[in-house]
């Protein structure tokens, strides 16, 4: 159910989280997910509709436990990296910004859900956007619902990397469906910017059978890593 969290999971995070900021010998914590599909997708619909649904008030106590979980990751005394191994959507984009950095998979997708489902981003989305991007920007990204490319939001500024995945061969192929390479055509930025038409189609089709490695995003975050131990501790 693409990494979404269910109220045991928000438990285990925050539990986590306090257990890594109080142990000395952690240098920073390392927030990631299963598989290579997704980081997180928000809230775990299957125990909205099936369990809370019918329960309002259990629903606001359930919401006091996602405002603590985003609270953990912001109070955590140890830096806080957010490893992007795929969609960071709704509230997974919600945890994922109170880290302090993003180092992300090309192939990940960013964006909110909740003003096309009946709820509002404001469990951190519409505090955290506005710091991260451009006020229109922030506000257009977090009651449109669009999804934005990995590439799009590192060149916003909102992620601090973002690496290819895929390897064929000996080679590493960039998100094919995703203009990379190129930054302006016909006056317009375009630089992460979803590719359309028979390209879209293409590169779509070529992701079905392609193969992910995130050796190249572990590089990236053992380097911050490896900086931190070697930083002032604290």
């Not at 997910?33 to 997708?41: E, I, N, P, Q, S």
């Not at 609270?71 to 992007?84: H, M, S, W, Y």
């Not at 590169?203 to 911050?224: C, P, Q, S």
């Amino acid at each position: 159910q693409y990494n979404s969290y269910t109220t045991e999971m928000v438990k285990a995070v925050i539990a986590g989280f306090h257990r890594a900021s109080a142990d000395t010998s952690v240098v920073a914590c390392v927030f990631t997910a299963m598989g290579d599909k997704a980081f997180c997708t928000g809230g775990n619909t299957k125990e909205y509709s099936e369990y809370y649904s019918k329960r309002p008030n259990e629903y606001g106590l359930y919401m006091d436990l996602f405002n603590a979980m985003v609270d953990t990751i912001l109070f955590c005394k140890k830096p806080t990296i957010c490893r992007v191994n795929g969609m960071r959507v709704a509230g997974g984009q919600e945890i994922g910004m109170a880290c302090d950095i993003a180092i992300s998979s090309d192939l990940a997708i960013y964006g909110q859900a909740g003003p096309k489902h009946g709820s509002a981003p404001d469990g951190g989305s519409s505090d955290f956007l506005p710091w991260m991007l451009p006020m229109e920007l922030a506000m257009w990204n977090c009651v449109s619902c669009e999804m934005w490319s990995a590439y799009k939001m590192y060149r916003l500024g909102l992620i601090s990397k973002c690496v290819p995945v895929i390897k064929d061969g000996d080679k590493w192929v960039r998100n094919p469906t995703v203009i990379t390479d190129a930054y302006v055509a016909d006056g317009d930025l375009v630089y992460g910017e979803y590719k359309t038409g028979d390209a879209a189609k293409d590169a779509r089709a070529y992701l079905k059978t392609a193969t992910t490695d995130f050796e190249l995003l572990d590089k990236e975050v053992n380097k911050i890593l490896w900086t931190y131990a070697n930083l002032f501790p604290g």
